[in-house]
């Protein structure tokens, strides 16, 4: 049977091709390994001075000498003059005595990994003038944007600020006074490229920026703003600035502990987050060029120590958390948070003094409710009161899991992840010697000595972390010390005779194996030569889905994940009936799963080495075609997922091992084997535990545990969940463009859908979604506990969070692509639906901070309507400008029937011009409500014309009509344009509100007879008004009615229609009245006081003449509506009197043929 396997001998020099190691040697000169060295243990190089060794770290000189300069000042100064420094990320250190600025390169560390030349000069600038004492913290030197001499920004303890453009020029400076009130300043931090932070002792902070205007250059200050509405209430908490107002005649004492910066590296422009730690409260800023400072959250950090020493110091001695007094002593920026330095006693019980390191998650959407980690320190002291400067004067630094704490006297090297572990001591002051300045370059520890000058400390061998970060390029170079202990490490258990099988195997998947072996080995030109006649190369790789190499690279990466430890041997059976790869000699699980993920990194360095890496086209997972790079990603999520899960043991074992029992089933664990190790060997399965947690709490939601107890058990599930969750994104976001695909077959062939957002059993999408109901209904809704339903609101954003950037993920990656559309809608309810719980229970900030981030402007509109706040409603008008968000909140105000509220909104004359182009642009399509902008922005005619066309078109309500009417009149008469045209106007619009008045006039009786809503009258034309006013059902209708009906024929523009009215009208006239009951004896007399003559009478009184306005006679005895009254003799005698009556009356001729 075949082999394929990984062997202890990957390093040897034989091989099936015959190649030694002597061949590769070539390619790695002494400089390239010495910088090696560099890269793992920290060591600037050979010939730095040792100064110091202890049995963990070793202390050696630290790039260039000390400029004359600095070292005179050291010799000289007189010991009453203050003397501090700095030094820089980027190799620039500055030295601080009395008014004195000395400013040199120390270090040299170029982006592009090449070293230049080091500028040794050192430069003096003079400080400004100040009656305090200065100190390096006040002064920043940084290099500005494109180019090559450093500036520098000094502050005076009493905020004289001064800006040198350039430290070679220092007569060319521009000062201004920060206006402080008396404050004193603290530190200065550099955010380059937005300037700098000066904060001052009682913890004002302000944002110090140099300009160029005009080719002059100039600096600006401004206090960080706290936001007003659905911020402003932070600000009450706590004074000064941050903590109240520079303009406050009274500022509050609360001292400043630390400013610390950091910048984001996801973002693609520039950002920084400014943590601010003062009195007992920590404040998370974020700046980002171009937009105003955003605060996003503050705590309460006193209470989260108060119960972490509590459960540490406490439980030894008893004290009461009331009676212990903490200190904050120092901050620092750590993986994924902050770390604080703390120092406590409790005086009522002991004068012990403790240290501890907490560790602060702050880079989630939510402030933190604990410290994450909290790690007591072995070095303590005893507490005098006259002792408390120095116990307290403590700092730190921090590097990887190493903290060094320091001070003028003292440095000690700390464990801050595990409590217990020996601290390393580090004595190499002599008694006129001490540390002036601590920092962190580019991640090397270095301090500056009285008399060493600058230091750096390091650890005395290669650790497991420094070969877990080790490059592909750092294996093929590494010499043969480094080559073996990688070996040591990896510890593949594969022979020489067993490689070269596996090399000659038929199996393309073994095959691939043997050349990652080799590569590992460094015998490169075998690893090509196997990797070329599998997969020879081509100029142009056609890719496509589910190729023989995307399946092959896939299988051996899942395998690697997937591998049996080596070491263990009660896995012995199962290897030999298995294929193994065996990667890990370990017998530790979490041992096993680092080896796991650093053979995994080694493998995707093999791919981009021997070029496979840009052959990789897509493949099918879960039903769906994802690029095979972003396949190799969720394999990796998956190991930083199942070590986080591993780390979890310690504090929810019980729960992780009920889910690892549920996960392996019905699987033997034989040999002494546990269900842990069945789980954690196999990674690629680690979501199933994840989904059992899930499915665990949903059974004791339904169990019959207390309401308490079901809400504790679905907070510590969601513990676990997050914790592991967010420890894969945050790695998958750190990777996002080492596995980032490219190329138009990915956009045009693949979707990526993560495993954290896939449904089914596959993915988590259903397991989280079900977790997010749980916690809302049976957590956040059913406990009253307020720290416990604030944790469930936390959880809520983070569980939405990871869904939503999942699908939206997924939703990004189908752009151009035929479903897009359908996943846009689905994506939008789902959208909606996990946010909106947030906006029912009142937690709108939650909800803001998700809405702001995945754009649901429906429910940041709803979340300003609620809170009535119209400046955050602008403000999100002007930050998603680019996205139409003005356009969606008009749409929505009609949407929802609130025109009204729209104009209220917009009406302002303070509103930015942008907001009022885009509602003028809006309302173009919306004349209903354009013509009240017209009205506001004095356009009076256009507002008539637009009102006038409204009124025209209006059908369903009279009283719209006439309201639309009288408003285009009037704003016709406002606009005081008096030419022939706005007569014209006029003219039109006393006529057409004449019409309307002819309606209002119709007696509601006749309307309600015909079925009209008289509440809701619709709009009836000329016609149907004429015939409402002479209908049967108008019965008490009198001459001055039908005498409407003739006028309302004006506004009938049919000719034909119009006689045929007219017509209608005389002859409902004659038929109103009994025209055979007239006494014959005086015909002319009684005739008057029928209503066909009164018509007719009130007709020519108005003017109009009888021949024009009467129908012509033998119409009349010919009209078929008159039945059989026409051919009554007595009635044709009447009518023809009434008619002789009115010609001779009105000498009109003969009307008969008229």
Aim: proline share 3%.
């Amino acid at each position: 049977m075949e082999k394929s396997g990984f062997g202890s001998s990957v390093l040897s020099s034989k091989s099936r091709f015959g190649l030694s190691s002597g061949r590769r040697s070539g390619i790695l000169n002494s400089s390239r390994r010495q910088s090696l060295k560099l890269n793992l243990s920290g060591k600037a190089s050979q010939t730095n001075q040792v100064i110091f060794r202890s049995h963990l770290h070793v202390v050696e000189s630290f790039g260039t000498t000390l400029p004359v300069l600095v070292r005179e000042a050291l010799t000289f100064t007189d010991k009453n003059v203050a003397v501090s420094v700095q030094i820089s990320n980027d190799g620039w250190a500055w030295f601080v005595c009395g008014r004195r600025l000395l400013i040199w390169q120390c270090k040299q560390l170029s982006e592009d990994g090449r070293r230049r030349v080091t500028n040794s000069q050192c430069r003096e600038l003079t400080l400004p003038s100040s009656d305090l004492a200065y100190r390096a913290e006040l002064v920043v030197v940084f290099t500005p944007v494109g180019g090559q001499v450093p500036s520098c920004i000094a502050v005076s303890p009493e905020g004289l600020i001064r800006y040198w453009p350039s430290i070679t020029h220092e007569g060319s400076s521009i000062e201004m006074n920060a206006d402080l009130q008396g404050q004193e300043c603290d530190s200065l931090t550099d955010i380059s490229p937005l300037g700098c932070i000066l904060a001052t002792t009682t913890a004002t902070v302000v944002l110090v920026q140099p300009q160029m205007t005009g080719g002059r250059h100039s600096i600006a200050c401004r206090p960080l703003k706290l936001p007003h509405g659905w911020l402003g209430g932070i600000s009450k908490l706590i004074p000064s600035l941050i903590f109240g107002s520079l303009q406050s005649s009274h500022i509050m004492e609360t001292k400043l502990v630390k400013v610390t910066a950091v910048r984001n590296p996801a973002y693609e422009g520039c950002e920084w987050v400014l943590y601010v730690l003062a009195g007992h409260t920590l404040q998370k800023w974020v700046l980002i060029k171009g937009e105003l400072e955003r605060l996003i959250f503050e705590c309460d950090v006193n209470r989260f120590a108060v119960d972490a020493f509590q459960k540490t110091i406490g439980e030894h001695c008893g004290g009461n958390p009331n009676e212990i007094q903490v200190w904050f002593l120092d901050m620092q920026p750590s993986e994924g948070g902050i770390a604080i330095l703390l120092g406590a006693t409790i005086t009522q019980i002991s004068p012990q003094f403790y240290y501890a390191l907490g560790t602060l998650t702050t880079d989630t959407v939510t402030q933190p409710s604990r410290f994450d980690k909290f790690c007591p320190l072995n070095n303590t002291g005893f507490y005098r009161e006259t002792d408390e400067p120095d116990l307290t004067s403590y700092k730190f630094l921090l590097t990887g899991t190493t903290a060094f704490l320091y001070k003028s006297k003292a440095l000690v090297a700390v464990s801050a992840t595990n409590y217990g572990e020996e601290s390393d001591k580090i004595e190499f002051f002599s008694q006129n010697d001490e540390i002036l300045g601590a920092a962190l370059c580019r991640g090397i520890p270095i301090f500056f000595s009285k008399e060493h000058g600058i230091i750096s400390v390091t650890n005395s061998d290669i650790s497991r972390h420094d070969l877990s970060i080790m490059s592909a390029s750092d294996i093929a170079i590494a010499d043969h010390s480094t080559t073996s202990l990688i070996s040591e490490q990896v510890n593949l258990p594969v022979t020489d005779m067993e490689l070269e099988e596996m090399s000659l195997s038929k199996d393309s998947i073994t095959q691939m194996k043997a050349a990652f072996l080799y590569y590992i080995r460094r015998n490169s030109e075998t690893a090509e030569g196997i990797v070329n006649s599998l997969f020879p190369y081509e100029e142009e790789p056609a890719m496509d889905v589910d190729a023989p190499l995307d399946v092959i690279v896939s299988r051996v990466c899942m395998d690697l994940i997937n591998d049996i430890p080596a070491g263990d041997p009660r896995w012995a059976p199962i290897r030999r009936s298995e294929i193994s790869i065996s990667s890990s000699s370990s017998l530790q699980i979490l041992n096993q799963l680092e080896d796991k993920q650093r053979a995994v990194e080694w493998f995707f360095s093999f791919l981009r080495e021997t070029k496979l890496w840009e052959r990789l086209g897509g493949i099918t997972v879960r039903e769906t075609v994802m690029a095979t790079t972003s396949v190799l990603s969720e394999y990796s999520e998956k190991i930083v997922a199942a070590i986080t899960l591993k780390n979890l043991h310690s504090r929810y074992g019980n729960l992780i091992e009920q889910c690892i029992k549920s996960v392996v089933g019905s699987e033997k664990a034989e040999h002494g084997l546990t269900c842990q190790d069945l789980f954690y060997r196999e990674v690629s399965r680690v979501h199933e535990c994840l989904r059992a947690l899930t499915q665990w709490s949903d059974d004791i939601v339904h169990s019959e545990k207390r309401p308490q107890e079901i809400a504790y058990g679905i907070s510590d599930a969601n513990s676990v969940l997050l914790a592991v969750l967010q420890e894969a994104i945050e790695w998958r976001k750190k990777k996002k463009d080492y596995f980032a695909t490219r190329g138009p077959f990915v956009s045009k062939s693949c979707e990526y859908l993560p495993w954290t957002a896939a449904p089914g059993s596959e993915g988590l999408r259903d397991s989280l979604t079900l977790q997010h109901s749980l916690t809302l209904k049976y957590g956040a809704r059913a406990v009253g506990e307020l720290e416990l339903k604030t944790r469930f609101y936390e959880n809520l954003v983070i569980i939405s969070d990871i869904i939503l950037d999942g699908r939206r993920s997924h939703l990004e990656s189908l752009k151009g692509k035929a479903k897009y559309e359908a996943m846009l809608h689905q994506y939008e309810h789902s959208r909606t639906s996990i946010i909106k719980p947030f906006l029912v229970d009142e937690e709108y900030e939650r909800a803001a901070i998700l809405a702001e981030k995945y754009l649901d402007f429906h429910i940041l509109i709803q979340i300003c309507e609620m809170t009535d706040n119209i400046e955050r409603l602008d403000n999100y008008c002007e930050k998603y400008a680019d996205e139409n968000f003005s356009r969606y909140l008009f749409n929505w105000y009609i949407r929802e029937r609130k025109p009204g509220r729209l104009l209220q909104q917009f009406r302002s004359r303070s509103k930015p011009q942008r907001q009022k182009r885009d509602l003028s642009q809006f309302l173009g399509d919306h004349p209903s409500l354009s013509w009240i902008n017209n009205i506001f922005t004095y356009q009076f005619k256009q507002a008539s014309n637009t009102l006038h066309t409204l009124a025209k078109e209006e059908t369903e309500l009279i009283s719209r009509k006439k309201t639309m009417l009288s408003l285009a009149k009037l704003s016709l008469l406002a606009s005081n344009e008096t030419d022939h045209t706005e007569e014209s106007k006029l003219n039109e619009l006393d006529s057409e509100l004449e019409l309307v008045a002819h309606q209002e006039d119709l007696p509601e009786k006749v309307l309600e007879a015909y079925g009209y809503d008289v509440s809701k009258l619709g709009v009836l034309t000329a016609a149907e008004l004429i015939k409402l006013y002479i209908c049967e059902e108008n019965e008490y209708a009198t001459e001055v009615d039908f005498k409407k009906a003739l006028d309302l024929l004006d506004y009938v523009e049919d000719d034909l229609e119009r006689n045929e009215l007219r017509h209608s009208i005389w002859c409902q006239a004659i038929l109103r009245d009994s025209w055979t009951e007239i006494d014959s004896d005086s015909p002319s007399e009684n005739i008057l006081n029928l209503l066909f003559f009164k018509l007719a009478d009130i007709v020519e009184f108005m003017g109009g003449s009888p021949e024009e306005f009467l129908p012509p006679l033998e119409y009349i005895l010919q009209a078929p509506e008159l039945g059989a009254l026409k051919e009554d003799r007595h009635f044709q005698y009447l009518i023809r009197v009434g008619y002789e009556h009115f010609l001779k009356t009105s000498n009109c001729g003969d009307l008969s043929m008229n």
